[in-house]
């Protein structure tokens, strides 16, 4: 028999996205999925695309869940941590919200407010050593959407020594299922089909856990609404530490950072992520240049937000939590 | 070791769409992907969501071809015969084109035209005695993407005497990737996107084949480009056979002829299908209502026109010729 | 001075597609713009296209409104009367709703429910007689969006004797601002985005106005919606009254009926309606093609939803009404 | 009668812009449109949006210019100083080609190469003093689609000195019609839609016209490739010159610069540019904000490629070189 495993927060997308990640998973089995308002409704009706998926939405009873091995928490930031307290330590847990990534509660309230529930252990992965960390813990606190694309482009660069850590800039935007499924007027298809918007310019939370990640001193960060479901195209750029970084050095920085990372995919010279090619599974792509003007240091990632960037993440996580290959039920490849 | 597979006309988007699944599957090995014009270049670098597939496009040379265990012809209209004649019996293979899916050399003409090459068994598991005559079959010629999502909503209707045979009428919308990957202008994004535009309105070569498959005595049909990438839509309509069949009866006649197709989903009552539903699997979904002004008897089918209307049928058809589990390394899942 | 003109609803789609003709118009004086929750907003603020309109949202009240010269109501079905009965006879009002469109009291009741609120006269002045009927009314009641595209390819076959007026199939797809600006958790960018689905199948309100403009007995009317913000293409098939009828004959039927309807479009042979060549303006597109399998006349027609489907049609009536010509202030050029 | 004007390059998108403005504009006379390949086509077949307009495109001929009392040239670059050299005094040009946008010929031959034509009046009206020159002029060379979207946020930063001039970081995402209309694999809609690609990473030409215009020192330029038709946002950043600088000040600096420019939209506080509220105007939005983590001042930008990026701008370059006010028959609002 597999493993006992819930998902709490499953009428979201990122709540489906693991739905359908673990009903194709051969060691996870998918017992319980439970949610608020939908509690009750076949996972059929909530998520078309689950078809054939015999399952109830349950209401969120920790009682139930304290009977699982793992549980993944796919909840709004903030009510993570109630529920956490009630599960006992047999059962394991990834958490896809925010509450548990930030060390320094002094960060979590400059941008989330409210007390600081605790840190966990970041699930990043492809961090140098972080791999190991997850593996050796029960309870896991899962990257933001751009911040994992941000840190896989922009972390080897400081680590090695390529940028200046002041004055990163960041321009990322997002398909629209990054905004969640709670139905507000501004993300109507006629809204936002054929546009594209900024939002939280300067301001957005996920500077936090990035300038944690990397060792950035500073960041400017500007995320744009994308007319696209999924997605998230990152471009990453720092101050060249000297003249003589060429792209072929970044390059090669890059993919020794990521040589026994099977989801991280450093692309042939003269090829460049596409958000699309990343659909549906949990790679990241990255290319990089150097602008022939400025001189800055340009790195692009590309991800699915809701894989790499939520729910793929989270079960990569969870494999190496247990003890199983990184790459168990999650795709490498984009459906394009 | 596993099936050792080919793929010819690797560069398409069927094709690509073949290495994906068979990168996933776990008994065919992909041995060989041919393509004309981009013979010699990396796959990752025709298809970027495959960035990690180690496999560089050949030339589609039949002596290569015949050291295989399986190949799929994933070919423009035409040119699958030529390949075929130069394979040994030995060699399984399933056609994607239409060249082989005609029984009556007049319709071919009519809607192909030049030399009818034959008729090989019809890759639609899903009609009554088809599973097993796939897998008794060296050589399968898999439906048309428009066919199979007809056909799977009208053929139960006219076996089952629901509508009469004459005067079907179908509109069904598909997603650009239908139209194939050559470049052409009115295929452009900026053409497509924002736009619905009907061609072929009345004919479509693929009514041959509905009518072959499901008895249908006359159909008219429009297909229509939708301003999405993959997904077929197609509503089916007839005139029914009696003023007293109600969804109910319908939807029962439709469940009960699927019910041992795991790939084939008559969805709950109120709930009807959408192709982003499908997208990247091989199902297909269905719902059923009758017309409250005319009687007309209407069934909604949604599928992948990529999935269940080219590669994942023929990967499908291949798994029943090699005797393995119909669903093996399939989706059921849409990718939403 | 021009004429002092409303608009009641001025925050949906359909209102403020009506502000940007206004905006534009050479006679008509926007004075007033009224809405309900977001009564007291600035125009610019809910709708950002309009940017450097200085105006401000209303409450409505009908004092205000009789001391205009022109009313347009843009209201959710079944609140028009109420305002109606309000404002004085020296107020002209065209009604974008569908409380005035029938005839039959029946119909309504099966169609909306609630009390009929009565019959105005109906707002397409392409039907034959009905420009003068336009000119010479003070109330107006404007077409459904799906109604006119259908009618427009419809009429002129039932009323030519080339189709049987029993059995006529309609198929049409909408863009997503046709739902309205509502938030909703299906019509989410999300969810729309790459999705095809149909709604309301077999069972259409519309029909009912389009059988009374057209004398059509019986119609199957299924409606989809599609990935694009904005447009309707719609495909209308009828019975052929008999064998000798071809595309040609068709075509001339159509352009005999709209040779003097500057917003009507009957392309040239070869070329076929697309949605996104009437984007923004007030133009229907129309061709034709006879089935070769069934010999079923097919007719697909294209508006913008918002534009010929609802505010632009308003805006003509109010043309006519008003003794103005008929294309005053309307695009006939699409925005492509 | 009206001002005889031409289009050169009509069959493409920026051309095609020009013929729908022409076909809108009071003065002038839209009496000659030229292709090349598709010479001696309807202009409603090669563009349906226009459908009505009765013209037929012509082949470039010199002579047939000379005629006319203005031409736009709407060529690739590097084409049009060939044509321009043929034209006599007596005829007003506006070229939306980049052949002399360009004062260096250094910077020329760093982006273009080949040789250097030479230098136009740049028509951009709203950098400082240039309304003036534009209308002094009869030879204008209309800025680049980047170009304008950046320019107009970058410009009143650096001349008020609210930035420093070195280090200025630009990401811009640009719908596909930007690409052009040239039939590509990369631009097929079934892969731009849902995809979001960069590309000419650090390396594009507008730079050297944005640095011309506005004085800045260095620029890095990231553009991507947007699902979308057209518009465009750019995200410009630059390192504030002090500490004190908050986007209140910003925002009235750019409010300042543009108190006179009709086109030009500084949004109310809290209210983000939207490409799609540009959709088929001659209108640019701006917002502001400075970064709380890194103080860099971001200010985003919105236009329409095609509008104010194309054939908005060239049309409203000619109205002031022809006297007329600059606004005539041109959009403010956009079509959304």
Chains 1, 2, 3, 4 share one sequence.
């Not at 509690?39 to 920790?62: I, K, N, S």
């Not at 139930?64 to 091995?69: G, M, N, Q, R």
Request: charged share 15%.
């Amino acid at each position: 028999m597999g493993i006992r495993t819930a998902v709490v927060g499953a009428s979201g997308y990122a709540g489906g996205e693991l739905l359908r990640l673990l009903a194709g998973h051969p060691d996870l089995d998918l017992v319980l999925a439970t949610a608020h308002s939908q509690a009750g409704r076949p996972v059929a009706g909530v998520h078309p695309h689950l078809a054939g998926l015999d399952l109830v939405l349950g209401a969120t009873d920790p009682a139930a869940l304290a009977e699982t091995d793992l549980v993944f928490l796919a909840l709004p930031h903030g009510e993570s941590a109630a529920i956490a307290a009630q599960l006992p330590d047999t059962v394991k847990i990834v958490d896809l919200g925010a509450d548990f990534r930030l060390i320094d509660p002094a960060q979590w309230g400059r941008y989330y407010g409210g007390e600081h529930a605790g840190t966990w252990t970041y699930g990043l992965p492809e961090l140098p050593g972080q791999r190991l960390r997850v593996a050796a813990s029960d309870r896991v606190a899962a990257t933001g959407c751009y911040a994992v694309a941000t840190i896989l482009a922009l972390a080897p660069l400081v680590a090695a020594g390529l940028i200046e850590a002041e004055d990163v800039v960041v321009v990322a935007a997002s398909g629209t299922s990054g905004a969640g499924k709670a139905p507000k007027a501004h993300l109507l298809g006629a809204e936002v089909m054929g546009d594209l918007t900024p939002y939280k310019v300067g301001a957005h939370q996920h500077v936090a856990e990035i300038k944690q990640a990397t060792g950035a001193a500073s960041i400017s960060f500007t995320p744009v609404l994308a007319p696209m479901p999924r997605g998230i195209l990152a471009t990453v750029t720092g101050r060249p530490a000297n003249a003589d970084i060429t792209a072929n050095v970044v390059r090669a920085v890059l993919a020794d950072a990521y040589a026994d990372s099977p989801f991280v995919h450093v692309l042939a010279e003269g090829q460049w992520p596409h958000t699309a090619a990343t659909f549906g599974s949990n790679s990241a792509h990255l290319q990089t240049a150097v602008d022939i003007d400025s001189g800055r240091v340009i790195v692009v990632s590309a991800i699915d937000n809701l894989g790499k960037g939520a729910a793929g993440q989270a079960v990569q996580c969870a494999n190496l939590m247990l003890g199983l290959p990184e790459t168990t039920g999650l795709p490498v490849h984009g459906v394009r």
